[in-house]
């Protein structure tokens, strides 16, 4: 989910390091990543980079020190919270039974940007990345952290967002939902034209690594359900769950990196790898030291030779508040716990694109698709991993229909015992209620630190 993975990308640690590992960070939440944690920013300036953020943090702006520009950033135009408006920049949830916390989250480094009120954000924060890599003295390299608004949900009365130009694009797509968060897409892959163009008229592209990713899965209207509107109209279709599962809907993204500077190009990869691992390896790019004690990797050999990852488990986590235990060992991946929500709703079904499925959107035999049997003739051997953990072969049964835990006793149990070797040095989750001190009436209507 969103606090978590950018805790992994920020420090290259599983976010049972940071306390971060329980759900995600609530507006007026008086707590964030802790300052104790050096972040990559702060890596890459020892190696000489300037770097700038644009788009989302969600990574803690109760105190001043907290945010962006003091953590490394030289420059940093976007929001705190996990959520907003496209256009008028106030999110809207979890603000409070009577809005005391319905504010304003749009920043140009410390200074709110009302002036930007009623420009799309993908268009806005594309456009204020063009113009940084436009007006760099590239006499020292530069570090780029765009992080989208697009395609997360807006806000309840309207919760994908895109101009009419954008959802005119997709007159074959009946589903309204489905047509609005196809807008939402297209916009993002402009968004990374225009970037890619800035760099190559600029001259800098030969030079360049990009990566373009995702922080989880897909929510649609099953994440509606578990957690109350709104959601978005997302697909991870023919995987199993979605955002905020602990299923390969919920954690599997794709990623794409482009560069000059890669040895074998042009192909899909299938190795391990995890969100954490872009931070050593970034700094091995940079030309920095290796850094102790990280639970990330440096993965550039895999990518850019086609080696082997360095990297054989993941832990996707250990979240005792809502008894949730998943780990990747090789191609085995063990779920212990599912959460549900006061209803006994879990998001743990396969859930069809909202509108029905549309195979033209699908091209067949793509490089790296994954190989699923069809589930309406598939024998699902059952998983109610309440009861008991759960085994997959994840390279073998990606879409997580056969459960092999009971012909696998060895592999679940030494999973198990990995699991509670983690747990030992898992900090506590620190999740705290919402401070009335961060209301918006006390706060000029805005969304900002307020512990000074």
């Known amino acids: 989910m969103c606090t978590p993975s950018r805790s992994a990308l920020m420090t290259g640690k599983y976010p049972i390091r940071t306390g971060l590992q329980h759900y995600v960070l609530r507006i007026a939440e008086p707590r964030g990543l802790p300052l ?38 030289e420059s940093f135009f976007g929001y705190y919270t996990g959520q907003n408006d496209y256009f008028n920049y106030t999110p809207t949830a979890g603000v409070g039974a009577q809005g005391e916390y319905l504010a304003f989250d749009l920043w140009d480094n410390l ?14 924060f594309t456009e204020k990345a063009v113009g940084i890599i436009n ?10 952290y765009l992080s989208h608004l697009a395609p997360h949900y807006a806000n309840a009365y309207d919760p994908v967002q895109a101009p009419q130009k954008y959802i005119d694009r997709f007159p074959g797509i009946a589903n309204e939902g489905r047509r609005k968060y196809a807008a939402t897409v297209s916009a993002l892959d402009d968004s990374v034209g225009q970037v890619m163009d800035a760099l190559k008229v600029k001259g800098v592209a030969g030079n360049t690594v990009i990566v373009f990713s995702s922080d989880n899965g897909g929510a649609g209207a099953e994440q509606g359900i578990e957690f109350g509107p709104p959601s978005t109209f997302a697909s991870n279709w023919p995987l199993r769950g979605a955002k905020s599962s602990q299923w390969e809907g919920g954690l599997r993204t794709t990623a794409a990196l482009w ?11 299938t190795e391990l790898y995890h969100i954490s691992d872009w931070l050593p390896t970034f700094i091995r790019l940079a030309g920095g030291s290796p850094i102790d004690n990280l639970d990330g990797y440096d993965i550039w050999d895999s990518i850019s030779k086609g080696l082997p990852s360095p990297r054989k488990e993941i832990l996707h986590q250990i979240d005792p508040v809502w008894g949730e235990y998943a780990l990747r060992w090789n191609q085995y991946k063990l779920i212990s716990g599912s959460h549900a929500n006061a209803a006994g709703y879990r998001i ?25 049997a069809d589930k309406k003739t598939a024998e699902i051997v059952a998983c109610d991993a309440v009861a008991m953990p759960c085994l997959f072969d994840i390279e073998m049964d990606p879409c997580e229909y056969w459960n092999i835990a009971a012909e696998r006793t060895d592999i679940v149990d030494y999973m198990m015992d990995l699991i509670r070797a983690f747990n030992e040095t898992a900090l506590p989750s620190n999740n705290l209620p919402q401070d009335p001190r961060a209301a918006a009436g006390l706060n000029n209507g805005l969304v900002q630190p307020w512990l000074e």
């Open 259 to 269: 560069s000059p500077l890669l040895e074998l190009k042009g192909r899909v990869s």
């Open 36 to 73: 104790t944690e050096k972040i990559m920013p702060q890596y890459l300036d020892e190696a000489g980079y300037k770097s700038h953020m644009i788009g989302k943090w969600h990574l803690g702006y109760s105190q001043k020190q907290m945010t962006p520009t003091l953590r490394g950033f």
């Open 135 to 144: 007006s760099h003295d590239y006499k020292d390299p530069l570090f780029l």
């Open 111 to 124: 200074q709110p940007a009302r002036n930007s009120i009623g420009r799309y954000a993908t268009e806005l």
């Open 348 to 372: 743990d079904k396969w859930y069809d694109p909202e509108g029905g499925f549309h195979a033209n959107y699908v091209v067949p035999n793509a490089p790296g698709a994954l190989a699923c």
